[in-house]
Protein backbone atom coordinates (compact mmCIF):
# COMPACT_ATOMS: atom_id res chain seq x y z
CA UNK A 1 0.00 0.00 0.00
CA UNK A 2 1.07 3.45 -0.84
CA UNK A 3 1.90 6.31 1.78
CA UNK A 4 -0.61 8.65 0.01
CA UNK A 5 -3.18 6.01 0.39
CA UNK A 6 -6.38 7.10 2.26
CA UNK A 7 -7.45 3.97 5.03
CA UNK A 8 -9.65 6.36 6.95
CA UNK A 9 -12.36 8.54 6.87
CA UNK A 10 -10.34 11.01 8.90
CA UNK A 11 -7.57 11.28 6.65
CA UNK A 12 -9.69 11.90 3.76
CA UNK A 13 -11.49 14.94 5.62
CA UNK A 14 -7.90 15.88 6.63
CA UNK A 15 -6.83 15.63 2.95
CA UNK A 16 -9.98 17.65 1.47
CA UNK A 17 -9.22 20.33 3.35
CA UNK A 18 -13.07 20.84 5.12
CA UNK A 19 -14.04 21.72 8.62
CA UNK A 20 -15.62 18.54 10.24
CA UNK A 21 -17.19 18.08 13.13
CA UNK A 22 -18.51 14.16 14.17
CA UNK A 23 -21.98 13.06 16.00
CA UNK A 24 -23.10 9.87 17.40
CA UNK A 25 -26.65 9.64 16.15
CA UNK A 26 -27.40 6.97 19.01
CA UNK A 27 -30.16 7.29 21.37
CA UNK A 28 -29.38 10.94 21.54
CA UNK A 29 -27.18 13.58 19.46
CA UNK A 30 -23.55 13.94 20.79
CA UNK A 31 -20.28 15.51 19.87
CA UNK A 32 -17.32 13.21 19.57
CA UNK A 33 -14.17 14.80 20.43
CA UNK A 34 -11.47 14.51 18.17
CA UNK A 35 -9.46 12.47 20.70
CA UNK A 36 -12.42 10.06 20.69
CA UNK A 37 -13.25 10.18 17.09
CA UNK A 38 -9.13 9.39 16.31
CA UNK A 39 -8.75 6.68 19.00
CA UNK A 40 -11.94 5.23 17.69
CA UNK A 41 -10.62 5.17 14.10
CA UNK A 42 -7.21 3.91 15.61
CA UNK A 43 -8.98 1.05 17.12
CA UNK A 44 -6.31 2.11 20.27
CA UNK A 45 -10.27 3.10 22.14
CA UNK A 46 -13.88 1.54 22.48
CA UNK A 47 -16.64 3.51 20.73
CA UNK A 48 -17.91 5.70 23.67
CA UNK A 49 -21.78 5.45 22.62
CA UNK A 50 -22.62 2.01 21.44
CA UNK A 51 -26.16 1.23 20.39
CA UNK A 52 -26.96 -2.59 19.92
CA UNK A 53 -22.87 -3.15 19.35
CA UNK A 54 -22.82 -0.49 16.54
CA UNK A 55 -21.25 2.84 16.28
CA UNK A 56 -24.15 5.33 14.41
CA UNK A 57 -22.26 8.00 13.14
CA UNK A 58 -22.79 11.25 11.65
CA UNK A 59 -20.36 13.91 9.97
CA UNK A 60 -21.06 17.24 9.19
CA UNK A 61 -18.22 18.89 6.98
CA UNK A 62 -18.20 22.18 5.24
CA UNK A 63 -15.80 24.01 3.32
CA UNK A 64 -13.70 27.06 5.19
CA UNK A 65 -13.56 29.37 2.00
Keep these: MSDNAITTLGQFL ?3 RVHYR ?3 MGRRVVKLTAN ?3 GFEKASMPYPYPLQQRALL ?5 SPD
Design 14 to 16: HRS
Design 22 to 24: VFD
Design 36 to 38: EFV
Design 58 to 62: GIVFW
